[in-house]
């Protein structure tokens, strides 16, 4: 166990991540396979569009019945006979001679004869089954070719791939009723402390409410997991003893509080005692200094310090990447971006500091459009507030004693920041 090392948050990730195996195949309807990462490799089953297509609804016709010139410089518009109605799902069942053309819908195929589609807003219907056409088009206009889309044979999707919205029509146009994916890991909470108060238990002035089992709940759950709360265990050996066996019987662990160097701490000791190899102790971070991480042959523990912020910063720092990995994403970490701090931040140099902050479009140091980023206000890792403002946690670096307003620093993003009042472009 490296105790005394002083590990920074990306050794610790390291450590966890070594630790942490992607679980089992198993099979999902399409219907509920929305946020599963993908087991299995996928192949086009027939090439799409099935056919040469039209891209819209129009005339098929030979484009060199057209006249060449534009309309304004006087050639003759064209006049050409309809010989058939074609729709999307129709088998085309005439040939386009000279002078003739086909009706067609968009992905209708085109038919023998057209090597090109003209759309209708471009045409004028005559009497007897004619159309007027006064513009040229090439070869190939608004064509989709057989196989443009996707060829039979071809990966479509690898493995790894997280199944998101995009994702679900291509496994639904191959045909992909049933998919395999990663299972996902099981999940249990357990929270310490004799001071803390269930949220079904009446109101008691001198208690704290038990806040942390809900945050790491609703995190997990933002993953597209279904954890469950194994309660609160009091800060004695025997009683945390009792819970921590149920909760090995999971894949992951989350027990929040008792991490830390007070007498009644009894988390690291008794999951020792249980028999958990614990890898690390306190990473060179604030908040969430104080958090270790365990394993046994089958599940992986994860000791969160028990102020409310730190517990979540450390699950966004350790359990997430862990618990992807897991679920067999490739993307295991939250996605950064530059900020510009829109105020000095200043901290005690020696760890990483992970600022709440949100995050607005304004004016950069040299004018251009820049994300800025300005404290929620009170950092201390008991504001409960700063998360449920933050769009996101700044980076400040453990060598710097802080940054100047101006100063560039990376944002990892938080749930809820993709989302923005306005829309965000000119057109
Ligand atoms: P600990 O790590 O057990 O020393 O707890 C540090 C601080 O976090 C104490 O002020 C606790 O009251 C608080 N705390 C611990 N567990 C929770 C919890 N489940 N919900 C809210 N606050 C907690
Ligand atoms: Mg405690």
Request: proline share 6%; glycine share 8%; aromatic share 4%.
């Amino acid at each position: 166990m490296s105790e005394s090392a002083n590990l920074s948050v990306k050794a610790a990730q390291a450590i966890i991540l070594q630790r942490a195996a992607t679980l089992p195949v198993e099979s999902v309807d399409l219907e509920s396979a929305l946020g599963r990462v993908l087991a299995e490799e996928i192949r086009a089953n027939r090439d799409q569009p099935p056919a040469d297509v039209s891209a819209m609804d129009g005339f098929a016709l030979r484009s060199a019945d057209l006249p060449r010139q534009s309309k304004q410089s006087g050639a003759a518009p064209a006049v050409l006979t309809i010989i058939e109605d074609i729709r999307a799902g129709d088998r085309p069942a005439r040939t386009v001679m000279a002078g003739q053309c086909a009706r067609i819908m968009t992905g209708a195929p085109v038919p023998a004869g057209a090597d090109a589609v003209i759309r209708v807003e471009d045409t004028r219907l005559l009497a007897e089954a004619r159309v007027e056409i006064s513009r040229a088009v090439d070869p190939g206009n608004d064509i989709r070719l057989r196989g443009e889309a996707m060829r039979s044979g071809q990966v479509v999707l690898t493995a790894g791939t997280e199944i998101t919205a995009g994702v679900i029509p291509v496994l639904a146009t191959v045909k992909c009723a049933q998919v395999k994916v990663y299972r996902r890991p099981r999940v249990a909470i357990l929270a310490t402390g004799n001071e803390l108060e269930g949220l079904d238990e009446p109101f008691d002035p001198d208690k704290i409410p038990n806040s942390n089992s809900y945050a790491l709940m609703a995190q997990a759950q933002a993953l597209g997991l279904a954890p469950v709360l194994l309660g609160i265990a009091r800060d004695d050996a025997q009683e945390l003893a009792q819970y921590l066996r149920r909760g090995l019987a999971y894949d992951v662990l989350l027990v929040s509080g008792g991490s830390s160097v007070g007498v009644h701490d009894h988390v690291r000791p008794t999951l020792a005692e249980l028999g958990v190899n614990m890898h690390f102790w306190r990473v060179e971070m604030r908040p969430g200094h104080p958090v270790a991480f365990g394993t046994t042959a089958d599940s992986l523990v994860f000791a969160l310090p028990g102020n409310p912020v730190s517990s979540m910063v450390c699950f966004e720092h350790f359990v997430l990447p862990a618990l992807r990995r897991m679920m067999g994403n490739r993307r295991l970490f939250r996605r950064t971006l530059a900020a510009t701090l829109a105020h000095p931040v200043k901290i005690r140099p020696g760890r990483t500091e992970f600022v709440r902050v949100v995050l607005k479009r304004g004016a950069g140091p040299d004018g251009s459009l820049a994300w800025l980023a300005t404290s929620t206000g009170n950092q201390s890792s008991g504001a409960l507030l700063s998360m449920a403002q933050a769009d996101g946690l700044l980076v400040v670096p453990a060598a710097s004693a802080g940054l100047a307003a101006g100063q560039t620093a990376s944002v990892l993003l938080l749930d809820g920041s993709a989302f923005q009042d306005e829309a965000g472009f000119e057109e």
